[in-house]
């Protein structure tokens, strides 16, 4: 057990008088690329990073549910069976729309909401917020692996990734697609996982840029975007209504040699929408065969696509993040991207490791020359999914066979 887990243990006890019944963690992802094509049916291509939220959770007997986190001092407790009736009122706000959603979805998923027992959750986490990193998906993933396991329900993770996107969709309010969650629930040490949002089917990638000597330096930009009233939504609409036009399902329907029909077909803002769908989705195929032939090192110009159709076509970033990936290009990245929703967040750089720090001072400069604030850059590491973190893993695995 590591320190942070016994600390939010010594938590629990402090906040509700008794031990928990176990911890657990899930991780937040950057998406190395695929942006936007969750929702439209495509491909994607996100990791697990090593910032995690951790739940401790131990199961009460009247049927409440309390959530109690280290980052807000008021808990929101509700009776697990009026979670539905203040969701339709609107009443699920804030950072406890994600737990309670989590909840209630998993009762849209084969749990008795009437019959399980009640829990209280304590929730801490190191997943930063508002950078386009998923402390949402974290969150809920980390809560939806402890109900499934307390609640007994042993629901397959691609199947709680779906109860996370629900909360996220019917509850908390945004219409956000499922990368987010299958990363924080699928992901590996030092790869990444491949999701046909389709067919839901998966892949591990490995990376292996510890091998090839490379780091991915996130850059947050400190500029803050809400996906629930942003442009997403918009973004979003326009997709769905270039599929009508085109007259397909989803834009997964269509691939690159679609281009000139839709070209005719669309007009001009709508056909860029789907140009960066469809351009993306064959930039991830393309980046998991680049991946696996020549390695880490031979990805930088899908990525610089990738920006450049955010940027151009899709119309997803800010100043900010063409800064920084403009100046990490200029010193040594081998290909950089805003990640993530867009609309404010981060950006990605793969960087050689001996030219990190030339990297991250190049955007603190630049970015001071500018007058913007912030950016606040760390490196990630690609990382292991949502886990049980107090118990030894094979006594874990043994004991929930
Ligand atoms: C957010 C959403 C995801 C995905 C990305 C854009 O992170 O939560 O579902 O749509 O934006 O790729």
């Given at each position: 057990?590591?320190?942070?887990?016994?600390?939010?243990?010594?938590?629990?006890?402090?906040?509700?008088?008794?031990?928990?019944?176990?911890?657990?963690?899930?991780?937040?992802?950057?998406?190395?690329?695929?942006?936007?094509?969750?929702?439209?049916?495509?491909?994607?291509?996100?990791?697990?990073?090593?910032?995690?939220?951790?739940?401790?959770?131990?199961?009460?007997?009247?049927?409440?549910?309390?959530?109690?986190?280290?980052?807000?001092?008021?808990?929101?407790?509700?009776?697990?069976?009026?979670?539905?009736?203040?969701?339709?009122?609107?009443?699920?706000?804030?950072?406890?729309?994600?737990?309670?959603?989590?909840?209630?979805?998993?009762?849209?998923?084969?749990?008795?909401?009437?019959?399980?027992?009640?829990?209280?959750?304590?929730?801490?986490?190191?997943?930063?917020?508002?950078?386009?990193?998923?402390?949402s998906a974290a969150i809920e993933s980390a809560v939806a692996v402890a109900l499934n396991e307390l609640w007994g329900l042993n629901l397959p993770r691609p199947t709680l990734a779906q109860v996370g996107q629900l909360a996220e969709n019917d509850v908390v309010g945004a219409p956000t697609g499922i990368m987010d969650q299958s990363a924080s629930l699928l992901g590996e040490a030092d790869s990444a996982v491949f999701l046909d949002c389709r067919s839901l089917e998966t892949a591990v990638v490995p990376l292996g840029l510890a091998g090839a000597g490379l780091s991915i330096l996130v850059i947050d930009a400190r500029v803050s975007h809400s996906h629930a009233t942003g442009g997403y939504a918009d973004r979003r609409a326009s997709c769905e209504a270039g599929a009508v036009a085109m007259g397909v399902t989803s834009l997964r329907d269509l691939d690159v040699t679609d281009l000139d029909r839709a070209h005719d077909m669309l007009d001009d803002v709508t056909f860029r929408r789907v140009r960066h769908v469809i351009t993306e989705n064959q930039r991830v195929l393309d980046t998991v065969r680049v991946l696996r032939k020549d390695g880490p090192t031979a990805i930088g110009p899908l990525l610089d696509a990738s920006h450049r159709s955010m940027r151009d076509d899709f119309e997803i970033s800010t100043p900010e993040l063409d800064l920084a990936v403009d100046t990490a290009r200029a010193h040594g990245a081998i290909g950089a991207r805003m990640t993530g929703g867009g609309f404010g967040g981060a950006a990605i750089a793969l960087i050689p490791n001996a030219l990190l720090l030339e990297v991250e001072l190049a955007v603190q400069d630049a970015f001071a020359k500018r007058r913007f604030s912030g950016p606040m850059a760390f490196t990630v590491t690609p990382s292991r999914a949502a886990t049980r973190d107090d118990i030894d893993p094979i006594e874990h695995a043994a004991a929930t066979a």
């Open positions: 057990m590591t320190d942070a887990t016994r600390e939010l243990r010594g938590r629990f006890t402090h906040v509700t008088g008794r031990e928990p019944d176990g911890v657990w963690s899930a991780p937040g992802r950057v998406n190395l690329i695929g942006e936007h094509t969750d929702y439209n049916q495509g491909f994607v291509l996100p990791f697990a990073i090593d910032r995690r939220t951790t739940v401790a959770a131990g199961l009460r007997t009247d049927g409440v549910i309390r959530v109690a986190s280290t980052f807000d001092d008021t808990p929101a407790e509700w009776r697990l069976t009026e979670i539905d009736a203040a969701r339709i009122d609107g009443q699920l706000t804030g950072w406890s729309a994600y737990p309670l959603g989590v909840a209630w979805a998993l009762g849209r998923n084969g749990a008795e909401l009437a019959s399980v027992p009640g829990v209280d959750l304590v929730i801490d986490s190191t997943v930063p917020v508002g950078a386009g990193l998923s402390s």
